[in-house]
Every structure is written in structure tokens, then in C-alpha cells.
């Protein structure tokens, strides 16, 4: 894969994953950041994916992927076993987000969470003056059938992490267009301007 053929808000989540290091990626969809940080940084990476299309689509590109159960499986693995646990718009559509977010921390030395943040402006207009759910390119389904089971702003998960002992030693802010917040004004209040978060975290 051409680095250029990544999502731009992946290739930011990549930049914070350190070379050669042990990632256990979670909800790895078809395996495209997997990919990357194996052929780009040369991790030793393993996957978890739900879905078996998913799961077949990661074997198939030599990628180490089993199919399970975020909200289940994280706890068979044995502690800090990776350097880093990656959710990539994963973890609000698990069942038990703040348990998932535990045993994230627990079997890794840092996670590297993407979230969508439902406090974006257009989200807060959109349901404002419409009444209904917001859809955008980010939350891109309709209520009913969305995977997304717990909306959250990435003030919501800025407060989990502090409720729960966690540390964020570097957050990146995204417009729709993936690219990190630059207007001054916008950059000082991310949670109404970033329409998706990543965090870094460590105990």
C-alpha cells in the first residue's frame, strides 16, 4: 500500500506509533492501518475484528488477525503484552466502552483512541434545527441502524480518562477533512470545532 492510499485521519493516528513497537489494533476493519504500520514502521501487529469478511480480508493480506469480541476477548490476553492498543471509531459502537477502554490499558503500555465528536458544531446545528440525529460523513448512518451504540464529545472521553486515572499526553483534533485544526479561535475550543479526536494515553 502507497502511504498516500491511507485515510488522512489514520495516517495521523499512525504518526503516533512509535517503530518496531508490539500493536494489538482493535475493530481492525479490513486491516488498511495494520497494513501500513507493518510495510511503513515494521511493528510486530495483531488484530481483533468482528466481522469475518474483515477478518478474512486482514488474513489474506499477511496480516495476524482473529475474529472477536472487544467487549469479551481483551481480557484473554495477558498484560502490557503490546507497547501500544489501537481503536480507531471503534470504541463508541462497543457495548461497554469504559470496560473495553481498561483492558485496552491494561494489555498495552499506551493506547492510541480515535473517537467522532458528537459535540461538532454541524452535530449540535444539525439536531437543533432539524430535531432528528445528525448525519455527516463521520456519523454516517442513520439512527436505527448506526453501529455507533454511545455517542460521546471528546470532552465526555477527556473526562473518562481523568475519572479513571489514565493520562493524555497528546491529542490531535481534526476537521472533516482529516487535517488538524489550524484556525487559532477553533484550536482553543476543539470540542466545537474537531469533528473527530485522537487521543494518546498512558497510565
Known amino acids: 500500500m502507497h502511504k498516500n492510499q491511507l485515510r488522512p485521519d489514520l495516517k495521523h493516528l499512525a ?10 489494533e482493535i475493530g481492525c476493519g479490513d486491516g488498511d492501518l495494520l497494513y501500513y504500520l507493518t510495510h511503513e514502521k515494521n511493528i510486530d501487529g495483531r488484530g481483533i475484528e468482528i466481522s469475518q469478511s474483515g477478518v478474512s480480508t486482514c488474513v489474506k493480506r499477511g496480516l495476524s488477525v482473529i475474529q472477536g469480541d472487544a467487549d469479551v476477548d481483551l481480557k484473554f490476553y495477558p498484560q502490557e503484552c503490546f507497547d501500544f492498543a489501537i481503536s480507531s471509531q471503534v470504541i463508541q459502537a462497543t457495548r461497554n466502552p469504559k470496560d473495553v477502554l481498561q483492558e485496552m490499558m491494561r494489555v498495552s503500555k499506551s493506547a492510541v483512541i480515535a473517537i467522532p ?8 446545528v444539525y439536531l437543533g434545527l432539524n430535531g432528528r440525529m445528525p448525519v455527516s460523513s463521520t456519523l454516517s ?15 465526555d472521553f477527556e473526562a473518562l480518562c ?28 476543539p470540542n466545537l470545532f474537531a469533528e473527530k479526536a485522537i487521543f494518546v494515553l498512558e497510565k
Not at 165 to 188: D, E, M
Open 141 to 155: 448512518y442513520q439512527w436505527y441502524e448506526t453501529p455507533n451504540i454511545h455517542f460521546s464529545t471528546a470532552k
Open 162 to 189: 481523568a475519572q479513571l486515572g489514565y493520562k493524555i499526553t497528546k491529542s490531535v483534533y481534526l476537521q472533516a477533512s482529516g487535517k488538524p485544526l489550524k484556525n487559532p479561535i477553533a484550536r482553543l475550543m
Open 117 to 124: 465528536n458528537f459535540g461538532y458544531w454541524f452535530n449540535r
Open 15 to 24: 504518526k503516533l506509533v512509535k517503530k518496531e513497537s508490539r500493536v494489538l
